[in-house]
């Protein structure tokens, strides 16, 4: 918990205990390469002393994990049309902009895009009556759980989250099909952070506004699991889950 919470004001102890872990090995790979150095190759010193002990790249799991998921359930339906709300644009996005063009609603500006990526600054509950009923297909990834906390210089709001996900519904054209993802777990709000919604709480919210096609669940010990069967979800267990993810397919109804 102290670690997370480090990272969010920009210290991460562990990469700080690596870099320093590095210092002999860095100085001793020097040594090694100075004897067989080339010729016409000045030498300026750039140490990255963690990367001795990292993977071999950074997975944050419930991104990584959703983000494939989700953007493989998009492929397999290949739609004309897709709208994004919030997600990330250097992960899921990027999953999506290599098959299909995605047109991504944001509060926070971006103006590094790729060019199969229209990129819209907007707030989620006030996306003009133009976008209403426009697409096949929405996603709104780790997205949800932040609207109304003010996280991301976004109006304050209890129920803001909840006008956010009927706009997204309202999006939807009939028959569309929506991919929300948000923490799941001991239901709780983390000021101005997120809000961890209870899995059947949830369920229930979203069965009001479609039919849930499949589920897809990542429990605390970062395990993904599928479920067509609604009735076979973990209700009882992922209530004591400190910080799982539910992903959530939804079709709108067709009429």
Not at 138 to 153: D, K, P
Not at 238 to 244: T, V
Request: charge should be positive; proline fraction near 4%.
């Amino acid at each position: 918990m102290l670690l997370n919470a480090l990272k969010i004001y920009g210290v991460d102890l562990v990469r700080i205990l690596q870099s320093v872990r590095g210092i002999p090995k860095y100085f001793l790979s020097y040594l090694r390469f100075r004897s067989v150095r080339p010729k016409g190759w000045p030498i300026r010193l750039r140490p990255y002393l963690s990367d001795f002990y990292d993977n071999s790249g950074r997975v944050t799991t419930h991104y990584f994990k959703q983000d494939i998921f989700v953007a493989r359930e998009i492929y397999q339906r290949k739609p004309k049309r897709h709208i994004d709300i919030g997600s990330r644009v250097d992960g899921f996005i990027s999953h999506l902009a290599v098959f299909t063009e995605v047109e991504v609603i944001d509060i926070r500006g971006n103006n590094k895009i790729d060019p199969r990526i229209k990129f819209i600054q907007a707030d989620i509950c006030k996306v003009t009556a133009s976008h209403i009923g426009t697409t096949e297909s929405i996603s709104c990834l780790h997205t949800i759980e932040h609207i109304g906390l003010a996280r991301y210089g976004d109006p304050i709001g209890s129920t803001l989250w909840i006008e956010a996900v009927d706009r997204i519904f309202g999006l939807l054209s009939a028959g569309g099909v929506a991919y929300l993802s948000t923490p799941i777990g001991l239901k709780r709000l983390e000021f101005n952070a997120q809000r961890i919604y209870d899995l059947e709480e949830l369920l229930g919210f979203l069965q009001q506004r479609g039919a849930v096609e499949k589920v897809a669940i990542i429990n605390d010990q970062d395990e993904l699991a599928e479920y067509i069967d609604i009735a076979q979800l973990p209700f009882i267990e992922s209530k004591q889950w400190k910080f799982g993810c539910g992903i959530f397919v939804i079709r709108k109804p067709a009429i």
